[in-house]
């Protein structure tokens, strides 16, 4: 109980912060404080998750941040390749796609901090002739 | 990411149906694929990734969640547990991000596919 609070409580500020679902500590966090199976937590964190990213996407929509029209294309199409996903799933070797998706992001984390670091800060500094 | 000349639907496009379909292959949540892709692909800032992002899932979370509805795989009174303090958290969330520079909302993530990356590969 005690534990669902608090890892709800996180997997919301992550979703918020990061602009991600939550479901990256809902689905542990329903499998080792409510003790769901893995593939009941996954359906049971998509619940959780419709009311955090809706909630999250109104504030962000009040801040500004909100590009309506490319969220629905997104989020429409979405759709279409999840189906393909959950086909493809059951034809590939998992465990081949899995390493090679955990590199992609690898690969995609190490080019956000670079990213990150190449960027002057917020506050506005002199041309640099870079 | 290299440039493509896409043009920006069929770009788009692009980041929905790869989100769609790793979330669909691999269970991980939309928002890994979307936010990255925005930032990098797209020229996105951080805060208006995220915020694009939260608004598609509302779409691909609300479909998934009703399929899944429909094979009585969901707990509703455990979601509703976990879900209620989370709605907290994002409000929290939202709020401090908007005190957070881009790039350490960028730096964050990268925090965040790591650990999903290694997660992937030690399960």
Known sequence: ?130 | MARMALSRPLKLAVIGTAAGLFSGLFGVGGGTVIVPLLVLWFGYGEHEATGTSLAAIVIIAAYAASTQGAFGRVHLLEGVLIGIPAVGGVLLGTWLQQRTRPQTISLLFAILLVGVAVHMVIE
């Open chain 1, 1 to 130: 109980m005690i534990g669902s609070i608090v890892i709800g409580l996180a997997a919301g500020m992550v979703a918020g912060m990061l602009g991600v679902g939550g479901g990256v500590l809902f689905v542990p966090g329903l499998v080792l404080f409510v003790s769901l199976s893995q593939v009941d937590a996954e359906a049971t964190s998509l619940v959780a998750i419709v009311p955090v990213a809706l909630v999250g996407a109104y504030q962000q929509y009040r801040y500004g941040n909100v590009r309506v029209p490319d969220a629905a294309l997104i989020g429409t199409l979405s759709i279409v390749g999840a189906i393909s996903g959950v086909a493809l799933a059951n034809v590939l070797p998992e465990r081949a796609l899995k390493l090679g998706f955990a590199a992609l992001m690898l690969l995609v984390a190490f080019r956000l901090v670079r990213k990150a670091l190449r960027e002057p800060g917020t506050s506005p500094g002199p041309a640099g002739s870079d």
